[in-house]
């Protein structure tokens, strides 16, 4: 990893392109904080697969809740519970099935197209996840106060996507300068 750092800052240097940061925070549309929003950036450089992405089973949950992986990724769901889960999801607007598996045992997919995929257990109604696949290297989960930040974001014109699990997004076109880029957005209902 720190390699993969130091490579990229010395190709920054080299074209003297200055990657800047882009931060803001997320309000609802009710005026709620934007807490655990997915933000990221397209139009920009494309993305490579992450190499390693878990979404586990312990106490009746999906952990993480929500998580944010690069096209292309194969993703784990490990079942480190005591019980049975019946996993499934909606992905692209298709149904997958994980079906039923015991402790201990574990499953993987591999999500090959940006989108929102909604995990869920057939045993455990309360049970709920869910990951947004991205083809972007510009992307975060903001913190509880709806804060977030995106590092190191090359200058150009790109579109500020941003969705909470209460359905609300926003999109708007935006354009990085070598200077920080300080936002505030408001989400719109569904
Ligand atoms: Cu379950």
């Given at each position: 990893m720190k390699t993969l750092t130091l490579?990229?800052?010395v190709v920054s240097l080299a074209t003297g392109a200055k990657a800047s940061d882009?931060?803001?925070r997320v309000q609802l549309a009710s005026g709620r904080t934007g807490a655990n929003a997915v933000v990221y950036l397209e139009g920009g450089p494309k993305s490579a697969p992450l190499l390693h992405s878990v979404v586990d089973?312990?106490?009746r949950e999906f952990i993480p809740?929500?998580?944010v992986v690069t096209v292309g990724t194969t993703v784990d769901f490990p079942n480190n519970d005591t019980v049975f889960h019946n996993v499934?999801?909606?992905y692209k607007?298709?149904?997958f099935d994980?079906?039923?598996y015991p402790r201990g045992s574990r499953k993987r997919q591999t999500f090959d197209k940006p989108g929102l995929v909604a995990m869920m257990c057939s045993v455990h109604s309360e049970m709920g996840a869910f990951i947004m696949v991205v083809d972007t290297p510009y992307y975060t989960i903001a913190d509880r106060e709806g804060k977030?930040?995106?590092n190191n974001v090359k200058p150009g014109n790109y579109t500020l996507k941003v969705w909470h699990e209460s359905g609300q997004v926003e999109s708007e076109a935006i354009t990085v300068t070598d200077q920080n880029t300080v936002l505030e957005v408001r989400t719109a209902r569904p």
């Open positions: 490579a990229i800052a882009v931060l803001g089973q312990r106490n809740h929500i998580s499934f999801a909606e607007a298709k149904r994980l079906g039923m977030f930040t995106l």
